[in-house]
């Protein structure tokens, strides 16, 4: 199993902008000079050459950071074409086209997905990423085949009987969550979404092949010759007046690994949660680092206050700018990204 770091920075964290000339063009400037450079009359003649080709070749580019979330990918046959490997996504961030696309992967490379909680920083690429394998007629093998060359919206209105307004499992991606979390995300999903023509029946289950996980019970995937057994986690995430919202993050286990990624926590809370710490083997710990605590995330300051014992096992992403950490203080902070393989 390999995970990737799509994207490592907070919800409000933004990126900046740079003044660049591409390689290309230097170097091919760089050339003209060497081959003309008696040519010139004075050095100011070449400064200002210098400055004439910078002045017009410059663009600006916006170095983006991308919300948190991650690509958990198994070695076993996706729904796709079948072929290796099965792509999960671990939220959905503010719009999870730009971060997979900086990895040369597209919506209609993953075959499924797993939302942790209702926040738009997780949420917010769901109606993209819904109506763009919804309408792409080969998103699978078998949709292609169900299809035959008709509109996917004609096709599903002109189906007869319980069939009507039935997209079939194997032609829409997989999606992974809690009842309550998935109930909230139709919700907020549900205006873009209820848009397809001619269509009376829409849900959730219109775009997705939906599996509500239920707590202390696993979803499996095989991972080559090890089997890994996924369970949802519960944090809290915010206490509101008197509510509480929960986030629910996953545990994988396979044989003497335990990986936790508890999304947006409270530091170990509940602090029964400890249990789940002290098996771990790594923990992706989500981590504030703004000069204004929120009081909804970890601080910096606050996971130095743990112990040892878990900061050791701790790779820290969600943050504005990179925690500066000491050495050996946490297992490491993740960059934009980054992979790593269990």
Known sequence: MRITSLGVNSAFATGKYEVVVSSEKIEAFLQSIKENIGSRESPLALLKEFEEFFAKNKIIRYNPKWQSNFLIEFDCPNKRDGHFPYRLVLDFGGDVRHSLKAFGLTVNDIDGYYVSHPHADHIGGVEAMALSTFFNPFYTKAKAKWLDNEFIADK????KGEFRYKVPDFAKPDLYGHKDVLRELWQAAMPGLKTLQGVREVTLETYFNVISLIPNQAFTFQDGDRTWEIYT????????GDDIMPSYGLILESENKTILMPTDTQIMTPPQLKTHYKRATVIYQDCETSPF?????????DLRKVSSEYKKKML????DDEPQIEEGEFLGVLKMGESREY
Do not use: C, D, E
């Not at 986690?233 to 509101?240: D, E, G, P, T, Y």
């Not at 605590?293 to 300051?301: M, R, T």
């Not at 820290?316 to 943050?319: E, I, P, R, T």
């Open 156 to 159: 599903i209105v002109n189906q």
């Open 233 to 240: 986690m519960l944090a809290v995430h915010i206490v509101s």
């Open 293 to 301: 605590p929120s009081g909804v995330h970890p601080h910096i300051n």
């Open 316 to 319: 820290l992403y969600h943050y």
